[in-house]
């Protein structure tokens, strides 16, 4: 292992810890929009990535499960992660897209997902296995919504410099990030990649989206000049 490879195993939790200190530091400029609960799902994320390495390396001590064969499964915690976090960012970029037409259809989007997810239970078992259905649609309708949010910016006429708009980093986080890992995601699931020389560097892009989005994040809280519009 390169010492490149050990920086990318171990960035993950620093990164989130840092947006979260950058983002109560400019609280006060969000704290009454439907961005406040940010900071709740940057905690809930660093919790969830330290539970989930505890029951991955120490099942013995760290369980979800009274039963022996699901001892070393952490892969329901991010099933349930993945449920919470879409439908954070579903509601919050549909309550600053402008077309009424583009709230109903994420609204409808977000009734699909949850609907879809509970049937997903029904066909995966989610205590041992990715729901694929609730990633695939869920960062798929992601992508689709921010991509909508960047086209209703004016770029020529409005006089607000987006990139002064913490949205348009969370945005392009949320998009670089997902864009990156939903075929990584899927490749995983079908077993696509073999070589292991190639799983390495996959594994590595992965892992580097990670701080590049988180990155995003915070040059976004820094470069915010005004207080977040409520809806």
Not at 186 to 202: E, K, P
Request: aromatic content about 20%.
């Amino acid at each position: 292992m390169t010492i490149f490879d050990t920086v990318l195993d171990n960035i993950a939790e620093p990164m989130y810890a840092l947006t979260f200190i950058v983002s109560i530091w400019r609280y006060p400029k969000y704290y009454n929009t439907p961005l406040r609960f940010f900071p709740i799902i940057l905690i809930y994320t660093l919790l969830n990535e330290i539970l989930g390495f505890l029951i991955a390396e120490y099942p013995d001590i760290f369980s979800l499960s009274m039963n022996a064969f699901y001892t070393n499964y952490n892969v329901v915690l991010y099933n349930i992660f993945y449920v919470v976090y879409f439908l954070y960012f579903f509601n919050l970029f549909r309550n600053h897209i402008q077309t009424i037409l583009y709230k109903k259809l994420i609204f409808y989007a977000s009734i699909i997902f949850i609907v879809g997810s509970i049937a997903n239970i029904c066909i995966q078992d989610p205590l041992k296995e990715s729901l694929l259905f609730t990633f695939i649609f869920g960062s798929s309708t992601l992508i689709l919504i921010i991509l909508t949010y960047f086209n209703q910016i004016d770029w020529h006429q409005n006089k607000l410099d987006p990139t002064k708009n913490i949205l348009f980093w969370l945005g392009w986080g949320l998009l670089i990030f997902y864009s990156g890992y939903l075929p990584i995601k899927i490749s995983n699931n079908f077993r696509v990649i073999t070589n292991i020389d190639n799983y390495l560097w996959v594994r590595r892009l992965h892992l580097t989206l990670i701080p590049v989005m988180y990155l995003c994040f915070i040059v976004g809280f820094i470069k915010m000049k005004r207080k977040l519009l409520k809806d």
